[in-house]
T-cell receptor, first 115, second 113 residues
């Protein structure tokens, strides 16, 4: 069965500092990995995805993520955090070895960027 | 603009009543999904449909029902059998296949009094 872990419930970072939001996964086949962001009382917005190819994926709003197969990780990063980045971030995985197209989400990491 | 529309945004119901949440998409996506979101628990899959007139149970289907009579529409009924229905419900759609990301609606917040 596929699963995703986001080990930090909350991350606090000062504005302008780099930030990392961690994600690890478990799949039987190859993973397709996704990051989403959610603002209060809103739906999720897609940030970026890893399907194949270059391990460093660039996405919306200046975010990027690095796929590391040996560590089964897909951490989200930005070099300089903005106050407007404060939101709830979800990592998700789809297992190509599974029979369905289900996307499994982590429990989310709340990011607070302090001015 | 293309997108997913969920209605109503907020809904209050008395315990024991069934309630139906609407989800409509104009993205021409084949697959549609319903997730439930509770604080600290992430998103849990209720039902999904990859094609019209076909749908499958997700991880927490008990107490819920769906239909997929049209490609654009995937309504969710929260029945009186759902023991803890108060939650934020999210509808999503995607192209079929493993590589497609999900597009989400703005959500419906159901409160059962």
């Amino acid at each position: 069965a596929q699963s995703v872990a986001q080990p930090e419930d909350q991350v606090n970072v000062a504005e302008g500092n780099p930030l990392t939001v961690k994600c690890t996964y478990s799949v039987s086949g190859n993973p397709y990995l996704f990051w989403y962001v959610q603002y209060p009382n809103r739906g999720l917005q897609f940030l970026l995805k890893y399907i194949t190819g270059d391990n460093l994926v660039k996405g919306s709003y200046g975010f990027e993520a690095e796929f590391n197969k040996s560590q089964t990780s897909f951490h989200l990063k930005t070099p300089s955090a903005l106050v407007s980045d404060s939101a709830l971030y979800f990592c998700a995985v789809r297992d190509t070895g599974a029979g369905s197209y289900q996307l499994t989400f982590g429990k989310g990491t709340k990011l607070s960027v302090i001015p | 603009d293309g997108g997913i529309t969920q209605s109503p945004k907020y809904l209050f119901r008395k315990e024991g009543q069934n309630v139906t949440l609407s989800c409509e998409q104009n993205l021409n996506h084949d697959a549609m999904y319903w997730y439930r979101q509770d604080p600290g628990q992430g998103l849990r899959l209720i039902y999904y449909s990859q094609i019209v007139n076909d749908f499958q149970k997700g991880d927490i289907a008990e107490g819920y029902s769906v239909s997929r009579e049209k490609k654009e529409s995937f309504p969710l009924t929260v029945t009186s059998a759902q023991k803890n229905p108060t939650a934020f419900y999210l509808c999503a759609s995607s192209m079929t296949g493993h590589t497609g990301e999900l597009f989400f609606g703005e959500g419906s917040r159901l409160t059962v009094l």
